[in-house]
Nanobody, 115 residues
Framework: QVQLVESGGGLVQPGGSLRLACEAS????????MGWYRQVPGEVREIIAT???????NYVDSVKGRFTISRDNAKNTVYLQMNSLKPEDTAVYYC?????????WGQGTQVTVSS
């Protein structure tokens, strides 16, 4: 069983930045991939960024050039650096891990972009 704990959410003004962190209870170097999703109440959870075990990254178009996903295997942590935040980025952000043919989720962290 893998546990994922997100941190770093909060309230930020439009144009501001936040860095989310997701710490895993197991060695992430053995995971196939990790990613960040977000969900607005009443809407489907949306994948926004992924990073493979080889370090290959992918982003949804709406965050390209603004968000960066990275991983620190020594700390078993994946990060999401979010810059130039917009009100439409407001959501609960979830960390996801694909490992041993299973998917694991964190509890989510709220990000609110508002003036």
């Amino acid at each position: 069983q893998v546990q994922l704990v997100e941190s770093g959410g909060g309230l930020v003004q439009p144009g501001g930045s936040l860095r989310l962190a997701c710490e895993a209870s197991a060695s992430i170097s053995s995971f196939n991939a990790m990613g960040w999703y977000r969900q607005v109440p009443g809407e489907v959870r949306e994948i926004i960024a992924t990073i493979s075990s080889a370090g290959t990254t992918n982003y949804v178009d709406s965050v390209k050039g603004r968000f960066t996903i990275s991983r620190d295997n020594a700390k078993n942590t994946v990060y999401l650096q979010m810059n130039s935040l917009k009100p439409e980025d407001t959501a609960v952000y979830y960390c996801n891990a694909e490992a041993w043919s299973r998917y694991y989720w964190g509890q989510g962290t709220q990000v609110t972009v508002s003036s």
